[in-house]
């Protein structure tokens, strides 16, 4: 059973957040902080106590803007810990996802909580503690990709991202209607997507080859037109994708 403790300024957001992980049966117990200081006060405890004292914490559902001490920083702080807790953000903004991960956050929740969304993030926390087995999963859609956004899970059609781009742990995808952030490295999408058309043109973006609409060389430089932009192409990678185009024609 999982010890909790959950931080969040803001005391609606802190109940609904209790509330929400009181019902899962994966979590022993869960306390709540106002701010970051209450709660490294009482992770402090928690190392004093040894992790199978009382006190012994194993997860800290942590938000990201708080007055005074930040949950980014305060997540910079527990690695300097000999034994931290496991971290996973529950926050209403996107934008900090890259920096939480590079943090070794477990997970990034967004605002608001969903039911499913938060005990899909106690399930990791459970494995990487070993407080349960793993437990098989379907087979993901392969026409479609799931991408969060204001805590919507929405399902976005692989024909229609033209282009993907690496973000650290994450990666970007692109359509014409707008761009989704999801935690999956860019090299495990080129392996996923390699037989729908997308190809790696440079360490940093994967294109699809459907939507390319020009291939330009100028002075020595290739690049190609892609969603309404232009991406260079590294050296590496130019014999390949001229060779695909070709193909293609």
Known sequence: MLRALAVDDERPSLEELLYLLHADPRIGSVEGAADATEALRRITRALESGPQGPEAVDVVFLDVQMPGLDGLEMARLLT???????VVFVTAHEDFAVRAFDLKAVDYVLKPV???????????????????????????????IPVELGGVTRFVAVDDITHVEAQGDYAR??????????????????????????????????????????????????SVLVGGGELQVSRRHTRELRDLLMRRV
């Open 80 to 86: 300097g810990f000999a034994r931290p807790p496991l």
């Open 114 to 144: 969903r039911k499913e969304r938060l005990a899909e993030a106690v399930r990791r926390v459970a494995e990487l503690r070993g407080a349960a087995p793993r437990i098989p999963v379907h087979e993901p859609d392969p026409d479609h």
């Open 173 to 222: 995808l692109h359509t014409d209607r707008g761009s989704h952030l999801v935690r999956i490295p860019l090299s495990t999408l080129e392996d996923r997507w390699r037989s729908r058309g997308f190809v790696r043109i440079h360490r940093r973006h994967l294109v699809a080859l459907r939507h390319i609409g020009e291939l330009r060389l100028d002075a020595g430089t290739v």
